[in-house]
């Protein structure tokens, strides 16, 4: 593991809290590192938000096709399309502190929801790729289960 004590130790406590685990913390790291962050040595958080977009875009997809099987393609893209939304997301980052893990500088706070939201996008790539499909589904119904659409994630 190539993360301080000091750093490993505040990670650890965070998931902890949320009830999260890694396989790979340095990989969780990664997922906390902004451009901004002068520790980022050309690598960051973005290429996981890349993935974890298309990652929660697929489990929203599935669970609202499976939950409401008598709206129409363009009510469920609605519905969608208010839940992986930027202020959606970064409400859900503040709800969990995780604006207090980022490694980021300088970022202004007019853009701090920016960064949240692409941290849990990057936060959820990271899952997938530490505990693959079906694990990373069943981590994100707990992780947002209390919060505003809860009842997409009832089985």
Known sequence: MNLEKLREELL???????????????LFDLALTHSSSPKNNHKNNERLAFLGDAVLDLLIAELLYTKFSEKDKGSLTEMRKDLVKDEFLAKI??????????QMRGVRKDGLQKVIADTIEAVIG???????????KQILKSFFGGNNFSEIFID
């Open 126 to 136: 990271a899952l997938f790729l530490d505990k693959g499909w079906d694990d990373t």
């Open 12 to 26: 650890n406590a965070w998931l902890q809290k949320n009830n999260l685990r890694f396989n790979d913390l340095d």
């Open 93 to 102: 980052g503040m709800l969990k502190k995780i604006d207090e893990i980022i």
